[in-house]
């Protein structure tokens, strides 16, 4: 009896996988099944090589150590003098100011006035005050002058130096790296500019070349242009200058023809 239901069953699965092969949604349900089998394991393994990823960085990375940033902002000029109450005594004497400017930027030291390099600072009182390190860099000169006081000479980058002058004394050395506000001395008199007072004489060299120091405070050192860059600006402004007064002449001679012909105009009328 065992050995006929066995028989029986047999005979009954094919029939049944014979019916089944037969419907419409056998074979697309079959190969849906199979698609979602394949895109399961692979997002299966994306996920566990992105899980050891993130572990192997979190694992190289040393959290202790102190960031470092990309890109440092460019440090930019700040007058050299903390004290609120500061003035400018002797402004920096500028080829393109006025006539009245430019004779208040003159210093007359042994019978002869003399164009000032840079730009003097004293206070209403007329006190000492500390004088500051306009834009950090290394000390190129710090030395006592007969004629100027205590002198003291910083170096940038980009070919520009500091220089302060008429000090009574400097809290730094040739070779000492100083940050940008650091005293670097007291404001004093000297021999040069008696009309000055105590003060402190500043200035901004670019290669040597004295730049008016009023113009470039809040600039980076790159911002000074070289002296062929200056060069090439002062025969713009010339040129312009003298594109200017040719319009002017050329203005004035048409403005002279057109009241000659009104002049002629009136006398025919006549």
């Known amino acids: 009896m065992k050995d006929d239901k066995n028989t029986h069953l047999q005979k009954e699965m094919p029939s049944k996988w014979k019916r089944l092969l037969k419907k419409r949604w056998f074979y697309p349900a079959v190969y849906l099944g199979v698609a979602a089998i394949v895109i399961a394991s692979v997002l299966w393994i994306q996920m566990g090589s992105n899980v050891a990823e993130q572990e192997n960085d979190t694992t190289a990375h040393n959290y202790d150590e102190e960031a470092?940033?990309?890109?440092?902002?460019?440090?930019?000029?700040?007058?050299?003098?903390?004290?609120?109450?500061?003035?400018?005594?002797?402004?920096?004497?500028?080829?393109?100011?006025?006539?009245?400017?430019q004779e208040s930027a003159l210093v007359f030291y042994n019978n002869k006035y003399h164009q000032n390099q840079g730009v003097d600072y004293a206070l209403k009182s007329g006190e000492t005050f500390d004088v500051t390190a306009a834009m950090s860099g290394t000390v190129e000169k710090a030395e006592k002058d007969a004629l100027l006081g205590y002198v003291v000479e910083l170096k940038h980058s980009n070919g520009v130096t500091t220089v302060y002058q008429s000090l009574a004394n400097a809290n730094v050395k040739e070779g000492d790296k100083v940050e940008q506000g650091d005293v670097i001395g007291e404001a004093g008199k000297n021999s040069f500019n008696k009309d000055a007072g105590t003060h402190v004489h500043f200035e901004i060299r670019k290669d040597g070349i004295a730049v008016n120091p009023l113009e470039f405070f809040g600039k980076s050192s790159s911002a000074i242009p070289s002296v062929e860059e200056q060069q090439e600006q002062q025969e713009q402004q010339k040129q312009q200058e003298a594109q200017s007064e040719d319009m002017e002449t050329d203005t004035d001679e048409n403005e002279g023809e057109a009241k000659q012909k009104d002049t002629s105009r009136s006398m025919t009328n006549a």
């Open 68 to 101: 470092i940033p990309t890109a440092q902002q460019q440090e930019v000029f700040v007058e050299p003098v903390l004290a609120k109450d500061v003035e400018v005594k002797t402004p920096f004497y500028d080829a393109k100011a006025s006539a009245e400017e």
